[in-house]
């Protein structure tokens, strides 16, 4: 009975290994002939990933500790786990917002600061209290730059809180605009939402167009002591442009998940070691959704959440299945249609999906699948990948070939 091999390059919660019966898998740390790597904080662009690799699953949402864009090339998937961790990251935003609205971290240092044995302990910590004087919640605006699994969440809280919220989200999916509230007031662009807000949550990806989103000329904007959250991506935010907001005023607080030398020791900047996801609950939710998606993956082919591939999903009407990975150029079914033909596979049912460069082909055929076959779709110039899945888990894996990037 074949076994697929997964290698594993952190500690991945348990309640997410479980899913994968040592029937079917093989899981260890170190491993050779890896069929997929499952992963969470480890670099792998300096890693050399074996050919052998047929997906990688990221037990967390951000992927740039992988290298995707050669993943994409050699047509392999890399899974992640969006609105996994969506609770926990919502949570800490919720805590930082009561903290900068209440001064909580200063007020905890001037405490921390007092002498037990100081004769007017009781009224220094009277008098010294003024100064921390804060505001409330309700009433006040909170602007959601991103309003997926995450900003809605922060979103529906807000709400429960009395808060007034504006969204921005040009990319905003079908799905995540089911989720959100319907008090969300739309905003058309980020210096709309930047002027009304008197607090700022941040919950995009880090990509090119994202890379800097906040920098000085949009921190100018801002409301005079408005607050500045982001606990999405550091690079999101021009640190030094708010190094100079919050010494100009402009921010009254600026609070990240990512500290850095640039905020160390500023006033206002309060950061926290990269806690979003760092609950018992977040990391099982992760690791049982990617372990799901990777185990649909070897087992039938199927994709969903992968970040450089389409959603793909087909019911089984064969025990045999080719899955393909290509170019997203023309003509490139016909050419695949050819090669099975002349392999003698009469195709059964097909469905082929698309996401910018890279498509993606699921075919049930009527007979098994020889190496010859996949020998033949691979030689077709735009073909990544393409690996047999058939459905019999008593059965060898499939034959499989990959693109040689190095070529």
Known sequence: MHRFRIQTLNNISAKGLERLPPDRYIVAKELDRPDAILVRSHDMHATPIAASVKAIARAGTGTNNIPVAEMSRRGLPVFNAPGANANAVKELVLAALLISARNLVPAL????????????????????KKQFAGVELPYRVLGIVGLGAIGALVADTAFKLGMKVIGYDPEITVDAAWRLHSGVRKANSI????????FVSLHVPLVPATRGLIDARRLAVMRPGSVLLNFARDAIVDETAVVEALRSGRLKAYLSDFPSPTLAGVTGAIALPHLGASTAEAEENCAVMVVEQLREFLENGGISNAVNFPNVEMARESDH??????????????????????????????????RGEMAYTLVDVDSPVPQAAIDAIAAIDGVLSVRSV??????????????????
């Open 321 to 354: 299945r080719i899955s393909i990975a290509n170019a997203n150029v023309p003509n490139m079914l016909g050419q695949i249609s050819t090669a099975m033909a002349n392999a003698g596979l009469n195709i059964h049912n097909m469905v082929n999906k698309s």
């Open 191 to 198: 210096e709309e939402l930047l002027k009304q807000s008197d």
């Open 109 to 128: 240092q001037f405490v921390s600061g007092l002498q037990p044995g100081e004769q007017d302990f009781e009224a220094r910590v009277e008098e010294g």
């Open 390 to 407: 058939p459905a019999d888990p008593g059965r060898a894996a499939g034959p499989s070939a990959n693109r040689d990037v190095t070529a």
